[in-house]
């Protein structure tokens, strides 16, 4: 159904259903319209910044955003929000949307149940709460509230991150994060009385929390940096052990204190049985080294399984003296191995669940394994027993996604969810014994999946590489070329995009919009081969993907340039960024969110350098320089170009791809666009890089979005 020449049914508005058309103009475009025409942006100062590489001069004239702290920096933030808010402002329609998102929002959320010592936990939500609460019950008793997030600050902007368990469950570790940040605090409380045993740790980042018998917990973390927690970089993990009643600053160092053995992440994670520790390094976001060190005698040393970072490998479970981990090492689509714990180095590891041709994610539970294989990006999942030995297939309810399965090692039931892009998730119980799932739990959206439909298609890309994507949008839709299409994907870190329903992506299906997720290289979907092909100076090829995909769309008449909207997140947000500077012609609207945009100085800020694995450096090499600086989205925007609506997105307390990333960008493009439409940055308060964000800074920032795409697009009312 084409959304400005259609009816559409707008439910939930109110009590009832009113049916809205949106009317658009015959002129269609309003970019030339008096609210572009005269859009007016703060004024952003150009300073005389250059840098040098390998005899190249590059100016870096909006350097000075990069200072966080400074007082000129906030005053360009301030002003830079008041023209978007302003802009967003003479939108008619953006509250109706926002309604309707809050009220496709609006039910109740509830986890599988997981059992820790002798109570049962969930975690809730019940519609428009800013945070899931977490629940804990004994036996078929009352339910009570263990820990509210909501609680935490008067704005919902608290998190509660990770929550861990002792041994017999009767002590609880749980970090928060404060406005999003990537710093955390852990407060340890007793399950009983929940009340807090001592002082919260603090400065703690990239974090696990791992307990040792009820005694302490092994964490992680860096040295407080000078200057900008957001910004200054972080680059010396350590793992500590804190035992309960300590001080934090006598907490020993157990690993990463010498420059020998300098990683920029390390964790710490001990066996359920207490005898072992496992310590996993790494330089960057792909490959570990991994030591064992004996608990059980004091001042053991380490012992090596792995001293080089050419493979990830990490702990599934633990029998003894037996370990059992997942890997890539020789098998890029990785596969289950195991190995005694008295001779573990990599050269004894045993197969025990080969390599196949498709990703492999594993969970235990129940006394099981459980293999998840992406096939195409949908799942496929297999039981095994601790022998290696296949039990049996799970019968999954439909094509799409589901969860690890979940439950401890001595549950008789266990748990996992399934959901797609148009179907809201389902939790089932699942019998190990006989394989019979049952639903345990339905999904309370008034989403109706029915109306819709989706669909995997594949496509070339520029040197003729089968790329799939998933569109997804309203039985009965026209293919004219006409429809508002969203096109989403990722391309980086081995990551997967697998179909998973979000409300925010319902109403803009429901607004007659086509959702489409594309799997481009860069990500998991297909192994470490798929990854490898978009990396370093393979980068290229993730945005040839998008293209391609965005060419598919318009080509197969789901839309045309004039109704294409892109959007991507952190990596995402980058790919955005290079291809509206590559191909501006081929989208209206470009939506990079919290993206690495400035591809010379990212490993400079945080984390930053962690992600060279995927990026390199322009410090690296002279042709590594180069082909960064050929597609960085900060150093390709060009004068007098017409480029696409932009709303950049960031917040003000993003510490893992700082802000000024986007700021810098926004300043680049609102200096030299060459049309009249509107080049605007949001920038959120007291918000990260997305976790933990609370739901009405997600509501009201999704009804900003979409009533810009579509304002955009030439929407200039809905009626009702």
Same mark, same amino acid.
Request: hydrophobic share 35%; aromatic share 18%; no cysteine.
């Given at each position: 159904m084409n959304l400005f020449i259609?009816?559409?049914v707008f439910c939930a508005l109110t009590t009832g259903c009113m049916e809205n058309t949106l009317n658009t103009p015959t002129s269609f475009k309003v970019k030339s319209a008096d609210v572009n025409e005269h859009l007016l942006y703060p004024q952003t100062v150009k300073s005389k910044v250059v840098d040098s590489y390998f005899? +190249?001069?590059?100016?870096?004239?909006y350097r000075w955003l990069e200072d966080d702290l400074s007082q000129e920096t906030a005053n360009w933030v301030n002003a830079q929000n008041t023209v978007t808010a302003n802009y967003l402002a003479q939108i008619p329609y953006r509250d109706s949307i926002k309604k309707r998102l809050s009220t496709l929002w609006n039910y109740e959320k509830v986890s599988a149940p997981f059992k820790e010592g002798e109570y049962t936990y969930f975690y809730k939500n019940d519609g428009l709460q800013n945070q899931f609460v977490l629940y804990q019950q004994k036996e078929n008793g009352k339910a009570d509230v263990f820990l509210d997030p909501n609680q935490f600050s008067e704005d919902g902007s608290t998190s509660l991150s990770y929550v861990s368990f002792s041994k017999d469950g009767s002590l609880a570790a749980y970090a928060i994060s404060e406005g999003g940040s990537d710093?955390?605090?852990?407060?340890?409380?007793?399950? +009983?009385?929940k009340k807090q045993l001592e002082a919260p740790l603090e400065n703690i980042k990239f974090s696990a929390i791992s307990w040792y018998k009820n005694e302490g917990i092994y964490y992680s973390s860096y040295e407080k940096p000078k200057g900008s927690e957001l910004s200054a970089k972080t680059d010396q993990h350590r793992l500590f052990y804190h035992k309960l009643g300590q001080v934090q600053k006598d907490d020993l160092v157990i690993y990463g204190d010498t420059p020998q053995q300098k990683h920029r992440y390390v964790v710490g994670r001990v066996t359920k049985d207490d005898r072992y520790l496992l310590i996993n390094g790494a330089m960057s976001t792909s490959g570990n080294d991994l030591y064992l060190k004996d608990l059980t005698k004091p001042n053991s040393p380490l012992m090596t399984l792995r001293n080089n970072f050419d493979a990830d490998t990490d702990l599934i479970d633990s029998e003894g003296d037996t370990l059992y981990f997942v890997t890539n090492l020789n098998a890029p689509n990785k596969k289950v191995v195991v190995v005694d714990a008295t001779s573990p180095g990599s050269e004894h590891w045993q197969d025990l669940i080969p390599e196949t041709e498709h990703v492999l994610s594993i969970s235990k539970a129940g006394g099981f394994f459980f293999t998840e294989y992406m096939v195409d990006g949908i799942s496929k999942v297999y039981?095994?027993?601790?022998?290696g030995n296949k039990v049996?297939?799970?019968?999954l309810p439909g094509v799409g996604n589901t969860s690890s399965i979940q439950g401890r090692e001595d549950d008789k039931t266990l748990y996992y969810s399934f959901n797609n892009y148009k179907t809201p998730p389902t939790i089932y119980s699942y019998n190990p014994e006989n394989g019979l799932s049952e639903v345990y739990k339905k999904s309370g959206s008034t989403f109706n999946s029915d109306a819709f439909e989706s669909k995997?298609?594949?496509f070339k890309s520029k040197d003729g590489t089968s790329v799939p994507m998933i569109i997804t949008y309203k039985k009965g839709v026209a293919l004219n070329g006409k429809n508002p299409t969203l096109l989403y994907a990722y391309g980086g870190f081995n990551t997967s995009l697998t179909p998973r329903y979000r409300p925010i992506d319902a109403v803009w299906m429901e607004l007659g919009g086509i959702y489409a997720v594309a799997n481009i290289r860069g990500g998991g979907e297909y192994g470490k081969k798929w990854h490898h092909a978009g990396i370093q100076f393979n980068k290229q090829n993730v945005f040839d993907d998008f293209i391609a995909a965005a060419e598919y769309l318009i080509a197969e008449k789901y839309t045309s340039s004039d109704y294409l909207a892109i959007n991507g997140v952190s990596n995402g947000g980058l790919l955005v960024g290079a291809v509206m500077t590559q191909r501006p012609d081929l989208m209206q609207v470009a939506i990079p969110a919290v993206g690495v945009l400035d591809m010379l100085r990212y490993h400079k800020f945080t984390?930053?350098?962690?992600?060279?694995?995927?990026?390199?450096?322009?410090?690296?090499?002279?042709?590594?320089f180069e082909y960064l600086k050929d597609y960085s989205p900060l150093h390709n925007v060009k004068d007098g170009v017409n480029y696409p609506a932009t709303m950049i997105t960031t917040a003000d307390h993003d510490d893992r791809v700082v802000p000024a990333h986007s700021f810098k960008f926004a300043a680049e493009l609102q200096a030299k666009q060459g049309s009249h439409d509107p080049v605007l940055i949001r920038i959120e308060t007291n918000a990260g890089h997305g976790a933990g964000i609370p739901v009405a800074k997600t509501i009201d920032l999704y009804a900003d979005i979409y009533s810009f795409i579509l304002f955009n697009m030439g929407m200039t009312t809905l009626e009702q």
């Open positions: 259609s009816a559409f005899d +190249e001069k590059v100016a870096d004239p710093w955390r605090k852990i407060f340890i409380i007793d399950v +009983e009385t039981q095994y027993d601790y022998e049996r297939t799970l019968a995997q298609v594949f984390s930053g350098a962690g992600w060279a694995y995927d990026y390199g450096t322009s410090e690296q090499s002279k042709e590594m």
